[in-house]
Every structure is written in structure tokens, then in C-alpha cells.
């Protein structure tokens, strides 16, 4: 089986290993039938998400693909607007396939120390992911909600560069535990689908 990790930096993020950290823990959780193509390029939106659909996932033929985009979208200084993002995700979701897709809402950020995005933003950027699962029929993951829900959310938003929107490794333990359930419920309910 295989799945394909696609988004921004959050996604290829090392935090201090040789490769993506994502990519690390989802191998270790999701154990080895499982291949992870870690498919995040840094500064990513959905304008560039849409153009590298085709060599980035599709060639690699996933069973499964996390789609997880939005804080570069949300972000002032570069904004993507909210009906541009929902057709770009549109877009994406169709072409790959929604019953292979995990789409994944923008996390929350830590706005003491984040300029240029707030939670409030954020939020609708992620309602506007689950807009577009509703509408297409993919399947959904509210890290928004989840991570919004921490009582420690300050501490797990810290990473390496320490600037409120790149976490390092008690964000992504979150992130991949989450995407390791939501797998398992998709390949459970696929298996009864049969």
C-alpha cells in the first residue's frame, strides 16, 4: 500500500532529520505494508498544488493521499482567496480520485509569533476544506479543531524555526496520529465497502 504525503512545507519539513519528519513517523505508526511518499514542497499553495498533481502523486499511483494545504493560501502578504482555494482543492480532490483523499484542514498557528496569519483566517480556510469534502465526497481530517483543542498548543506549535506556524516533533506526532487513525477508519470502511 501506499500513500502519498502532498503539501507545503508542513508536509516536507525535516525539523533536524536527513528527510521529512512527517514521512518518518508515518512509516513507524503505519508500520511497513505501507510506502510514504513525502510529496511537500516548501511555499507550496494550491495554484502550485494543481500543477504538479500529475508528476508528484499521480505518477506514483497511491492507494491513499493526504492533501494538506492552506497556510500559505491563508497567509496576508501572498493570499489566495477563499473561492480560488476551494476550486484549486476541487480541482485537486477530482483529479486525483476523492475516495483517495485525505483532505487535511490548515493547522492553527501560534500568533505571538506568527505576523502574517491569524487563527481567525485560519479557520476559514479550514471550514472551507471541509466545504470542498462535503462537496466532493473525500474523506477529512480537522487538525484545525484537533490542535485548537490542545492545552498545550503553544508548546506543540514549536519547531526548529520557532515562528508560530512550523511545528516540530509534538506537532507531528499529533499530525501523524491523526492521519494514522484517518487511515485506518478509510481502509476499515473500504474493506466493508467490498
Known amino acids: 500500500m501506499k500513500v502519498v504525503c502532498f503539501g507545503d512545507s508542513l508536509t516536507a519539513r525535516t525539523e533536524g532529520h536527513d528527510r521529512p519528519l512527517l514521512s518518518i513517523m508515518l512509516e513507524a505508526k503505519l508500520g511497513a505494508e505501507w510506502e510514504v511518499v513525502n510529496a511537500g514542497v516548501p511555499g507550496n499553495n494550491t495554484f502550485q498544488a494543481r500543477e504538479r498533481v500529475e508528476t508528484d502523486v499521480l505518477q506514483h499511483a497511491p492507494d491513499l493521499v493526504t492533501v494538506f494545504?492552506?497556510?500559505?493560501?491563508?497567509?496576508?502578504?501572498?493570499?489566495?482567496?477563499?473561492?480560488?482555494?476551494?476550486?484549486?482543492?476541487?480541482?485537486?480532490?477530482?483529479?486525483?480520485?476523492?475516495?483517495?483523499?485525505?483532505?487535511?484542514?490548515?493547522?492553527?498557528?501560534?500568533?505571538?509569533?506568527?505576523?502574517?496569519?491569524?487563527?481567525?483566517?485560519?479557520?476559514?480556510?479550514?471550514?472551507?476544506?471541509?466545504?470542498?469534502?462535503?462537496?466532493?465526497?473525500?474523506?477529512?481530517?480537522d487538525l484545525f479543531k484537533r490542535m485548537m483543542g490542545l492545552p498545550n498548543l503553544q508548546e506543540v506549535l514549536r519547531g526548529q524555526r520557532n515562528d508560530g506556524l512550523h511545528f516540530g516533533e509534538l506537532g507531528y506526532e499529533v499530525l501523524s496520529e491523526e492521519i494514522r487513525r484517518k487511515i485506518k477508519r478509510v481502509m476499515q470502511t473500504t474493506k466493508e465497502a467490498k
Not at 73 to 92: C, G, I, R, S
Not at 103 to 111: Q, R
Open 69 to 141: 494545504f492552506g497556510a500559505n493560501d491563508a497567509a496576508f502578504h501572498k493570499q489566495v482567496p477563499l473561492p480560488d482555494f476551494k476550486t484549486n482543492l476541487k480541482e485537486v480532490v477530482t483529479r486525483i480520485g476523492p475516495n483517495r483523499v485525505i483532505l487535511i484542514s490548515p493547522a492553527p498557528v501560534d500568533e505571538r509569533l506568527q505576523e502574517f496569519r491569524t487563527n481567525e483566517v485560519m479557520q476559514q480556510y479550514a471550514d472551507a476544506v471541509q466545504e470542498v469534502s462535503e462537496a466532493t465526497g473525500c474523506h477529512y481530517l
